[in-house]
C-alpha cells in the first residue's frame, strides 16, 4: 500500500460539543498522522464552492447553513490506505447504523449533524485538499 491523503472536516455539530480533540485523538490512534490543520469558520461561499457537487439536490441549502453556522476543524489525514481508512473509521452516515467505536456512533446526532466529513475518494481527496490548504500549508509527503 501507498500512503495516501485524505480531507477530514470536523462539522459544526462536533464542535460545538467540543468534541474535536476527542476525534482527532481517535484518528491519531487509528495511526493517522495529522499533516495539515485549522480551526475556520467557513463564509457561505466557501461552503457553496466546496459543496457544489450537490447544488441541484434538495439538502444543499440547509447543507451549507449548517456549514456554516459555526466553526469546522479543517485537516490533512496522512497513512496507507488513508481514504479508505478514514472512511471506515468514520463510520455510516447515520449514526444509528454506523458501527460501535467509529467517529459518528461515538459523536454524530443524527444523518444531517454527522460529525464528521471525508473524502470519498483518492482523486476527489486530492481536490478536497486543494480546496483548503495551499501547498504550503500541508507537511511534504514523507
Given at each position: 500500500m501507498a500512503v495516501e491523503r485524505t480531507l477530514c472536516i470536523?462539522?459544526?455539530?462536533a464542535v460545538e460539543k467540543k468534541k474535536a480533540g476527542a476525534i482527532l485523538a481517535h484518528l491519531e490512534e487509528k495511526g493517522f498522522n495529522l499533516v495539515g490543520i485549522k480551526r475556520t469558520h467557513l463564509p457561505r461561499t466557501?461552503?457553496?464552492g466546496f459543496y457544489a457537487v450537490h447544488k441541484a439536490r434538495?439538502?444543499?441549502g440547509e447543507l451549507c447553513e449548517f456549514m456554516t453556522r459555526g466553526p469546522v476543524v479543517v485537516a490533512v489525514l496522512?497513512?496507507?490506505n488513508a481514504v479508505a481508512d478514514y472512511r471506515t473509521a468514520m463510520g455510516?452516515?447515520?449514526?444509528?447504523k454506523a458501527e460501535a467505536g467509529t467517529i459518528r456512533k461515538l459523536y454524530a446526532a443524527s444523518?444531517?449533524?454527522n460529525a464528521v466529513h471525508g473524502s470519498d475518494s483518492l482523486d476527489?481527496?486530492?481536490i478536497e485538499i486543494?480546496?483548503?490548504f495551499p501547498a504550503s500549508e500541508v507537511a511534504p509527503v514523507a
Open positions: 470536523i462539522k459544526p455539530d466557501v461552503a457553496e434538495p439538502f444543499f496522512e497513512k496507507d455510516a452516515t447515520d449514526p444509528a444523518i444531517g449533524e476527489n481527496a486530492k486543494a480546496y483548503f
